[in-house]
C-alpha cells in the first residue's frame, strides 16, 4: 500500500483535494487548489451560534473547495453516504484493497493522533484514506506531517459522528482528472468569482463589507456581554483565524501564495502586486490575533483594547476591499 | 509574514511536537510551506477554550454531586457533548435525554438503556452511574 504521497498541507479540504488530484496525475500545488476552488470569504453570523458563540468564518463553506474544483476542471467527484457504520466501513475497505485512495470526512474529536487540546466535536474535517495494515488504516491527514494510522473503531466513530454537520460516512474521490489541462480559465474564473463574492455582497454580514461589521459590533461588545464573554467572543475568533487550520492569518497568506502563483502563470503583474498587498494584510490579520489573545491573557477590560482591535479590522477590510475590487477586473 | 518570522512558540503549545503548515515567503518573495512548533497568541487561545471546557466539567460534576442532576450530565460534559448532541450520538430525543439527567429518574433506567448512553459516551456502563472521587475535570 505505498506510492501514495503525503504532503503536509495548511488546510484540511484543500490539502485532501489536491492529493488526491495529485494520485490521479494532475498535480496542483495546494494554494492552487485552494484559490480555484474559491475557498477565501469572510463572514460573521451573530445569530448563528456554537457554544453560545457566533460563526465568524474566513473561508467558504465546507465542502466548497471540492465543489468549485469539479465544475471548474469537468471533474466529477463519487461521492457516497452511509446509513449504517458497518456498511461504510465495508465499501470503505473495498475503495483502498482495489487501490484506491479516497477523500473521507470526519470529525476532529475521534481522531486519536489529534493533540488532545485540539479535540472538539467538529465534524467537517477531511484525510485522504490510502491503505490497510490488520486493523489499522493508513491515513493522509494533510493537517500532519507524516502519515499517521489509526485504528478501524476510532476511524468508524469519527466518520459516523453526529451533530452539527454530521458526516454520516462521506467518502469522495474524482472519477478522473484531465490530462495536461489548461488551468488559466479555472485560475481567472475563480479570481472573479471570490473577488465579486468579497466586495459585491448585497448584505453587511459577508466579505469585506462584514468585517468591517464585526468591528462595528466587536467594539460593543464589553457593554453589551460584560468583560469574561466579551473576552471569550474576541478568543474565538482568533481560533477561527490561526487554529483552525489555515495556513496562517485566516487563510490570507495562502491564497497570497495561490495570487503569485497564479501571477507568474498568467504573466500578470496585478497578481503578483495584489499577492504582496494581501501578504501585508495577512501580517495585520496577524497583529489581531497577537492583540486578541492579549486581551485574552491579561485580562484587562478597558474598551481602548477593543478600539484598537476594531481599528484594525478595519483597516484589513479597507485593504481587502481595494485588493479584491482590483482583483475583479486584473484578470 | 517570512519565513523567518514563522513562529517556534515550543512553550505550552498544544501541538505536542506536532507542527502546524504555515505559509511564508522566503528570501527571494516567494511562498513557501514552513512548519510551526507553536504559536504564543494560539496557545493562549487554545488555552481559554480548554480552560472553558474544564469549568463546564467543573460545575456538571458539582451539580451531580449535590445530587442535583443525574451523573449522566457529568459524563456527558467530560465529552463536550450537550444534551442534543447525546441525543443524536444515543439515538433518542433531546427531551428524554434531559428527563434522564435528573437524578430520580436515572438511578431506575434499566441497563437496556443505559447501554445506549455507555456506547454514545464510549464509557463502561457500570462507570455510568459513578462520579470520580477526585475533583476530575479532564475530558476523556
Request: aromatic share 10%; proline share 5%; hydrophobic share 40%.
Amino acid at each position: 500500500m505505498s506510492g501514495f504521497e503525503h504532503r503536509h498541507a495548511g488546510h484540511c479540504e484543500s490539502g485532501t483535494v489536491a492529493a488526491l488530484l495529485r494520485h490521479q496525475g494532475l498535480d496542483l500545488s495546494e494554494p492552487m487548489v485552494f484559490g480555484i476552488g474559491g475557498g477565501l470569504f469572510f463572514l460573521h453570523l451573530p445569530w448563528l451560534r456554537m457554544g453560545g458563540i457566533p460563526l465568524t468564518s474566513y473561508r467558504d463553506a465546507p465542502r466548497a473547495i471540492i465543489k468549485n474544483i469539479g465544475k471548474r476542471f469537468g471533474i466529477r467527484w463519487t461521492q457516497h453516504r452511509y446509513r449504517d457504520p458497518a456498511s461504510g466501513m465495508r465499501a470503505l475497505n473495498a475503495f483502498v484493497d482495489s487501490g484506491r485512495p479516497v477523500g473521507v470526512q470526519t470529525s476532529v474529536y475521534w481522531l486519536p493522533y489529534f493533540p488532545v487540546e485540539m479535540r472538539f466535536h467538529f465534524n467537517g474535517h477531511n484525510l485522504v484514506v490510502y491503505g490497510r495494515e490488520g486493523a489499522d488504516y493508513l491515513i493522509s491527514d494533510p493537517m500532519a506531517e507524516m502519515p499517521v494510522t489509526c485504528a478501524a473503531e476510532d476511524l468508524q466513530r469519527a466518520r459516523f459522528a453526529k451533530g452539527v454537520f454530521a458526516p454520516r460516512g462521506l467518502t469522495y474521490y474524482p472519477e478522473g482528472v484531465p490530462r495536461d489541462p489548461d488551468i488559466r480559465p479555472a485560475v481567472r474564473d475563480a479570481i472573479r468569482a471570490t473577488a465579486r463574492r468579497m466586495v459585491d455582497m448585497p448584505v453587511p454580514m459577508f466579505g469585506t463589507r462584514g468585517i468591517g461589521w464585526l468591528a462595528r459590533r466587536l467594539e460593543r461588545w464589553p457593554e453589551k456581554l460584560g468583560a469574561e464573554k466579551a473576552r471569550k467572543w474576541v478568543g474565538s475568533i482568533v481560533r477561527m483565524q490561526e487554529e483552525i487550520g489555515t495556513g496562517g492569518a485566516g487563510f490570507r497568506f495562502i491564497y497570497a501564495a495561490f495570487l503569485q502563483e497564479a501571477g507568474d502563470l498568467l504573466n500578470n503583474a496585478a497578481l503578483r502586486e495584489c499577492a504582496i498587498e494581501l501578504t501585508a494584510t495577512g501580517d495585520r490579520w496577524r497583529d489581531f490575533a497577537v492583540q486578541g489573545a492579549q486581551l485574552v491573557k491579561n485580562k484587562r477590560d478597558d474598551s481602548e483594547v477593543y478600539a484598537k482591535l476594531a481599528t484594525i479590522l478595519r483597516e484589513c477590510a479597507d485593504r481587502e476591499q481595494e485588493i479584491f475590487t482590483r482583483l475583479k477586473t486584473a484578470v | 509574514m517570512k519565513t523567518g518570522d514563522v513562529p517556534q512558540d515550543r512553550e505550552q503549545s498544544f501541538y505536542s511536537g506536532h507542527q502546524r503548515a504555515c505559509y511564508a515567503v522566503d528570501e527571494q518573495g516567494r511562498y513557501v510551506v514552513v512548519g510551526s512548533l507553536g504559536w504564543e497568541p494560539e496557545n493562549i487561545v487554545n488555552g481559554q477554550a480548554n480552560d472553558a471546557v474544564r469549568a463546564e466539567i467543573a460545575v456538571a460534576l458539582g451539580r451531580a454531586r449535590r445530587g442535583e442532576t443525574s451523573t449522566l450530565a457529568y459524563h456527558m460534559a467530560r465529552r463536550q457533548m450537550d444534551s442534543s448532541m447525546l441525543a443524536a450520538y444515543s439515538g433518542t430525543w433531546r427531551l428524554r435525554v434531559w428527563w434522564h439527567l435528573r437524578p430520580q429518574v436515572f438511578c431506575r433506567l434499566p441497563d437496556k438503556v443505559l447501554q445506549r448512553y455507555a456506547e454514545a459516551l464510549q464509557l463502561p456502563l457500570a462507570e455510568l452511574r459513578l462520579l470520580p472521587a477526585e475533583d476530575d475535570c479532564e475530558r476523556l
